[in-house]
């Protein structure tokens, strides 16, 4: 597709559960973040990919959380043993390089709506 | 948590009239970006300012980035129905691509 996508759109757990969230990029773009969104809240970073590595994972909340992007395209992030605490929308952007670049937009998916019960 | 402070947190206007709407932070950016953002969507971005002093347009969007790099503003002016959502101000330090976003503000235009 054009844009960012982002599977599942909604997914709603048990509190306990492991979680699997899923980015896929604009083609081409080498540089992947996540971001979690709260309620009434602006997006907060959690983790960003150049390539297959996490150039920087300061926003992941504690060891729950953990990121992957095996082949440099698709992400997925993995909750385990989630708590009521983690419901959020959690956002995937893409961007072509990830560099300081004037063309270097993050690009946004429309998020998956994390909820646990 | 958040570094940003963007005001106002909330706006209720009519149709025609301007916008403004800003963001300060306690610590300098190198960058500063506008989003929008509307129900189920991912943030758009709007407007990007690189260099303190920036002046940036976009249509009827009109960006700041301030001489001290903490603090940028966003005008609308004529607003229209469609330009209802709610808009995030971001600033960017170095170059990991990391994104801090302020609060929002919430904008909403009676016809």
């Known amino acids: 597709g054009a844009g960012v996508s982002q599977t599942p759109s909604n997914k709603v757990t048990e509190k306990g559960k492991y979680v699997e969230l899923r980015c896929d990029p604009i083609s081409g773009h080498t540089a992947l973040y996540w971001y979690r969104q709260s309620l009434g809240q602006g997006p907060e970073f959690l983790i960003y990919?150049?390539?297959?590595?996490?150039?920087?994972d300061s926003g992941l909340p504690n060891d729950r959380f953990f990121a992957v992007r095996p082949e440099g395209s698709v992400s997925t992030l993995k909750i385990q043993r989630t708590e009521r605490g983690d419901s959020a929308v959690y956002l995937c952007?893409?961007?072509?390089?990830?560099?300081?670049?004037?063309?270097?937009?993050?690009?946004f998916g429309p998020g998956t709506r994390l909820t646990v019960l | 948590g958040q570094q940003l402070n963007q005001s106002p947190q909330s706006m209720f206007i009519q149709e025609g009239e301007d916008v403004s709407m800003n963001c300060t932070s306690s610590?300098?950016?190198?960058?500063w970006l506008w989003y929008k953002q509307e129900p189920g969507e991912g943030p758009v971005l709007l407007i990007a300012?690189?260099?303190?002093?920036e002046l940036t347009s976009n249509g009827r969007l009109t960006a700041q980035f301030g001489i001290t790099r903490k603090d940028s503003f966003l005008n609308i002016s004529a607003s229209i129905p469609s330009d209802v959502g709610i808009y995030f101000c971001?600033?960017?330090?170095?170059?990991?691509?990391?994104?801090?976003f302020g609060q929002g503000t919430t904008l909403q235009v009676k016809p």
């Open positions: 610590s300098i950016f190198n960058t």
């Open positions: 952007a893409s961007s072509f390089t990830g560099a300081l670049l004037d063309t270097d937009t993050q690009y």
């Open positions: 990919f150049q390539g297959t590595g996490a150039a920087d």
């Open positions: 300012l690189y260099k303190a002093g």
């Open positions: 971001a600033g960017q330090r170095g170059n990991t691509g990391k994104l801090i």
